[in-house]
């Protein structure tokens, strides 16, 4: 068995105040699963945060129950079973990023839907296992509206994320490695991807190499301090002054 470590911080909320965090992390025998809830497209949906946190209990629970199912599989049937059991509709529902880790003697995979990155670590250096197209779509100014989320969310010409559409498992980016070369892997949220992806205040071996050294905690202090000196977002343009907040260290050399 690997260690596994987690830490997690809350953000705020889109009008600055405090509010729970809307990731939710599950750690399995075999596998780490890391969901962290979009802000729902209207006021009157349910928050990202409950759809996570129902998708992670289904995916968890499909992952005991079938251990060696095929990732996308139980993504695609625990998304239809949230659905089907809450009245979501493609389109007008909360939604969620996806990141599914697994390993055996012989394996490891990862799958990533939308911007929670997973990455390995061996002798090779570090293997980012990530979805850039919501970010690409936010670069080229494709994202600048509310409709253009709405328009483009599972759609072929935008991105694809955790909703009430069982199709989108099927567009996640997925990663198969030898267990033998992997030493380490990392799953983030954005709230601390974007250090590394927009902020540049570390690279991901700078990441690990922190996160073993002083732990993960203070990966999560060195995002939020960047944030704190940029408090009107005037460098580092963004909608809200922090993110939630989640960073799993799976260890396989302890």
Same mark, same amino acid.
Request: aromatic share 6%; proline share 7%.
């Given at each position: 068995?690997?260690?596994?470590?987690?830490?997690?911080?809350?953000?705020?909320?889109?009008?600055?105040?405090?509010?729970?965090?809307?990731? @939710?992390?599950?750690?399995?025998?075999?596998?780490?699963? +890391?969901? %962290?809830?979009?802000?729902?497209?209207?006021?009157?949906?349910?928050?990202?945060?409950?759809?996570?946190?129902?998708?992670?209990?289904?995916?968890?629970?499909?992952?005991?129950?079938?251990?060696?199912? $095929?990732?996308?599989?139980?993504?695609?049937?625990?998304?239809?079973?949230?659905?089907?059991? @809450?009245?979501?509709?493609?389109?007008?529902?909360?939604?969620?990023?996806?990141?599914? +880790?697994?390993?055996?003697?012989?394996?490891?995979?990862?799958?990533?839907?939308?911007?929670?990155?997973?990455?390995?670590?061996?002798?090779?250096?570090?293997?980012?296992?990530?979805? %850039?197209?919501?970010?690409?779509?936010?670069?080229?100014?494709?994202?600048?509206?509310?409709?253009?989320?709405?328009?483009?969310?599972?759609?072929? $010409?935008?991105?694809?994320?955790?909703?009430?559409?069982?199709?989108?498992?099927?567009?996640?980016?997925?990663?198969?490695?030898?267990?033998?070369?992997?030493?380490?892997?990392? +799953?983030?949220?954005?709230?601390?991807?974007?250090?590394?992806?927009?902020?540049?205040?570390?690279?991901?071996?700078?990441?690990?190499? +922190?996160?073993?050294?002083?732990?993960?905690?203070?990966?999560?202090?060195?995002?939020?301090?960047?944030?704190?000196?940029?408090? %009107?977002?005037?460098?580092?343009?963004?909608?809200?002054? @922090? %993110?939630?907040?989640?960073?799993?260290?799976?260890?396989?050399?302890?």
């Amino acid at each position: 068995m690997p260690e596994i470590e987690v830490a997690e911080q809350a953000g705020v909320g889109a009008d600055g105040r405090p509010r729970p965090t809307e990731d @939710h992390v599950f750690v399995l025998d075999n596998a780490v699963l +890391l969901l %962290d809830g979009a802000t729902a497209p209207r006021p009157d949906l349910p928050s990202g945060g409950w759809y996570a946190g129902l998708l992670t209990a289904s995916l968890a629970a499909r992952l005991r129950a079938r251990p060696d199912d $095929d990732l996308a599989t139980v993504l695609a049937a625990s998304i239809a079973e949230v659905a089907a059991a @809450h009245g979501l509709l493609p389109g007008h529902s909360p939604s969620s990023t996806v990141a599914m +880790l697994r390993w055996t003697p012989e394996a490891v995979e990862g799958l990533v839907l939308a911007d929670s990155p997973i990455v390995a670590f061996g002798r090779s250096g570090p293997d980012v296992l990530a979805d %850039d197209r919501l970010v690409s779509l936010r670069d080229n100014g494709k994202l600048l509206t509310g409709a253009d989320v709405r328009r483009r969310r599972n759609a072929d $010409d935008g991105f694809w994320v955790a909703e009430a559409e069982p199709a989108a498992a099927g567009r996640a980016m997925r990663k198969r490695w030898p267990r033998r070369e992997v030493d380490a892997v990392l +799953l983030a949220s954005d709230g601390v991807a974007i250090g590394v992806d927009e902020y540049r205040i570390f690279d991901w071996p700078g990441v690990y190499e +922190l996160a073993r050294t002083r732990g993960l905690g203070s990966v999560l202090e060195a995002v939020r301090a960047a944030e704190r000196a940029d408090p %009107d977002g005037t460098r580092w343009p963004r909608a809200k002054r @922090h %993110d939630d907040q989640a960073l799993v260290l799976v260890d396989f050399t302890r």
